[in-house]
């Protein structure tokens, strides 16, 4: 009985490292297209540097998870050889860039979410997750405040910059929820996803009162990234990530 | 002083390796000199961000994606130090993109080719950058200071660009038979526009002369070119590839290789606009700086409203 439960605890484990590997991961490729292609010279790099950060956190995590699930599994073949539906990202995380308000929009919502959830972490009893997480929350400090003074001057910019954010805040309100709602994993970790989200709604409103705009309405929570079910999006990220590794089978990079 | 005192003074400087520095006295034709090739290569990095970017989702590990990304941000780095170094000469970033994005502004040929397989991350770093580095050694010798500056800290990141380029070179000819076959594929598509980085042959280099005397060039296109030959015959050995080039033989009394002719009509073809991807680089760097209009507009209005004295507001 104790044996049986101990393994039910080690799956859930699994399940929520690969579920905040995943996040990242997907996050950082939806930056990663931005490279070469951002606004302004300085701000490509600024958030070339965000989705390098965001695939080192997704390669601690992986790299934990790997060694939890043992059997030659590793990091790449994590990332690399798993399908649409054991993917567990926020469904967040996987939608289109579309402009630059979308993406910092997305971007600031996420790290906000990060920053309160890996401070909890912090106090977890497993000391690599705490590890990943102390090293990861530095990194986030900067996402936030990069994204957020991001939200602010296009929020109080120009006409068309404030009309952009109003389009992004529409697009991405039904997203916001599934952050919150606690996943079986995430329960059996006794993660406060409650703790986090009266905290994220209290930075999102300071942030957007001071960007003048307007809290979104009328929200509806689309959920299933936690437990595999995408939009159709993820799929074909996964398509051109997994390219390489699908057509030469074995073949080491 | 008379402007004949004044060149003579500048002359002096240069030959006794006294940098020029930007509130210096110089000969316009100097400024213009420098302006065009230092804008050139700031957009060379810039432009040379989209064959390399065109990998990082299908960057075939974790690991190689990671190093992708940082390597590409190098760039955009580079470009910005290198489009600092031009303003101090006094022009604008906005009138050197405006110069890009019109076609008035070269960048580098190199970058119209295509980045059809991952064995091209390696063969851009180890062949496209491993030339760069070749020209930008001696580029940090150069007689502009600002520029000479830029030159010695881009080039300590180079030299790991090339180093990682060489290595997934050198992991895939340790691989599979399509592994190798990739490798040797990318070699065969780099090696000769690589070799056309240095620019024509010193007898058809109009600008070579006054900007060997300038000290702006140090050593001639032909001299770089074949240093770089030299090098790489070597290295290919080591990945158990060859050069695509029946010419290419070592020359017991030269001490050099000697190599084949460049095919100098496709050069002009490229530099001219007819590159398999001329049209495709500048269409997105055009697009990228037009869609991102608004975004500075917006950070622009914003920081006016910041600066605004409060009694102004109220």
């Known amino acids: 009985m104790s044996k049986q439960h101990a393994s039910v605890t080690n799956e859930h484990k699994i399940n929520y490292i690969l579920y905040l590997a995943d996040s990242t991961l997907i996050l950082s490729h939806r930056n990663s297209e931005w490279c070469g292609h951002a606004p302004i010279i300085e701000q490509d790099i600024a958030l070339t540097n965000i989705a390098l950060d965001l695939l080192g956190q997704a390669r601690s995590f992986y790299q934990y998870a790997a060694t939890l699930i043992g059997n030659n599994v590793t990091e790449d073949s994590l990332a690399y050889l798993r399908i649409e539906n054991e993917y567990k990202n926020l469904l967040l995380t996987e939608l289109p860039n579309d402009d630059w308000a979308n993406t910092i929009l997305k971007q600031f919502y996420f790290s906000v979410y990060q920053y309160y959830l890996y401070q909890q972490l912090l106090n977890n009893s497993d000391e690599q997750i705490v590890a990943i997480?102390?090293?990861?929350?530095?990194?986030?400090?900067?996402?936030?405040?990069?994204?957020?003074?991001?939200?602010?001057?296009?929020?109080?910019?120009?006409?068309?910059?404030?009309?952009?954010?109003?389009?992004?805040?529409?697009?991405?309100?039904?997203?916001?929820?599934?952050?919150?709602?606690?996943?079986?994993?995430?329960?059996?970790?006794?993660?406060?996803?409650?703790?986090?989200?009266?905290?994220?709604?209290?930075?999102?409103?300071?942030?957007?009162?001071?960007?003048?705009?307007p809290l979104p309405e009328n929200i509806f929570n689309h959920t299933g990234g936690k437990n595999g079910v995408h939009t159709e999006y993820l799929g074909y990220i996964l398509t051109e990530m997994q390219y390489l590794q699908r057509t030469y089978p074995n073949a080491v990079w | 002083m008379d402007l004949e005192k004044l060149a003579t003074n500048f002359q002096q400087k240069i030959n006794e390796e006294i940098k020029i520095e930007p509130k210096d006295w110089m000969p316009d034709a100097y400024r213009k000199t420098n302006i065009r090739q230092i804008s050139q290569h700031a957009h060379s990095e810039i432009v040379g961000m989209l064959p390399e970017g065109n990998w990082i989702t299908r960057a075939p590990s974790l690991k190689r994606k990671a190093?992708?990304?940082?390597?590409?941000?190098?760039?955009?780095?580079?470009?910005?130090?290198?489009?600092?170094?031009?303003?101090?000469?006094?022009?604008?970033?906005?009138?050197?993109?405006?110069?890009?994005?019109?076609?008035?502004?070269?960048?580098?040929?190199?970058?119209?080719?295509?980045?059809?397989?991952?064995?091209?991350?390696?063969?851009?770093?180890?062949?496209?950058?491993?030339?760069?580095?070749?020209?930008?050694?001696?580029?940090?010798?150069?007689?502009?200071?600002?520029?000479?500056?830029?030159?010695?800290?881009?080039?300590?990141?180079?030299?790991?660009?090339?180093?990682?380029?060489?290595?997934?070179?050198?992991?895939?000819?340790?691989?599979?038979?399509?592994?190798?076959?990739?490798?040797?594929?990318?070699?065969?598509?780099?090696?000769?526009?690589?070799?056309?980085?240095?620019?024509?042959?010193?007898?058809?280099?109009?600008?070579?002369?006054?900007?060997?005397?300038?000290?702006?060039?140090?050593?001639?296109n032909d001299e770089l070119r074949q240093q770089f030959v030299d090098m790489i015959a070597e290295q290919v050995k080591v990945l158990g590839m060859t050069l695509p080039d029946p010419n290419l033989k070592w020359n017991t009394k030269k001490l050099h290789y000697d190599f084949g002719e460049i095919n100098w009509q496709e050069f002009w073809n490229v530099v001219n606009g007819n590159g398999p991807c001329n049209k495709q680089r500048l269409n997105a760097r055009i697009k990228a700086h037009k869609d991102g209009a608004w975004v500075r507009e917006a950070a622009s209005a914003y920081a006016a409203k910041k600066n605004q004295p409060q009694s102004k507001v109220a």
């Open chain 2, 67 to 220: 190093i992708l990304l940082a390597k590409i941000q190098d760039e955009a780095g580079h470009g910005l130090y290198l489009y600092s170094a031009a303003e101090t000469l006094g022009i604008s970033r906005e009138e050197m993109l405006e110069q890009l994005h019109t076609g008035k502004a070269k960048y580098s040929s190199i970058f119209n080719y295509p980045s059809l397989t991952w064995a091209d991350m390696g063969a851009i770093g180890w062949l496209v950058d491993g030339a760069a580095i070749v020209n930008q050694i001696i580029l940090c010798r150069t007689s502009y200071g600002p520029y000479s500056r830029a030159m010695i800290r881009i080039c300590k990141e180079e030299s790991f660009h090339q180093r990682q380029g060489f290595e997934i070179l050198w992991v895939l000819s340790q691989g599979t038979k399509e592994q190798k076959a990739m490798c040797q594929d990318a070699i065969n598509r780099w090696w000769w526009p690589s070799l056309m980085m240095f620019g024509p042959k010193d007898d058809e280099s109009p600008n070579t002369a006054q900007s060997l005397a300038w000290k702006i060039k140090i050593k001639t």
């Open chain 1, 133 to 213: 997480a102390n090293k990861a929350i530095k990194e986030v400090v900067y996402h936030v405040r990069w994204s957020g003074e991001w939200v602010v001057r296009l929020g109080d910019g120009t006409a068309e910059s404030h009309q952009r954010m109003k389009n992004a805040i529409e697009n991405l309100k039904n997203y916001i929820g599934e952050m919150f709602i606690a996943a079986d994993f995430e329960t059996a970790l006794q993660i406060d996803v409650n703790n986090i989200q009266q905290q994220w709604q209290e930075k999102v409103n300071a942030t957007f009162a001071e960007a003048t705009l």
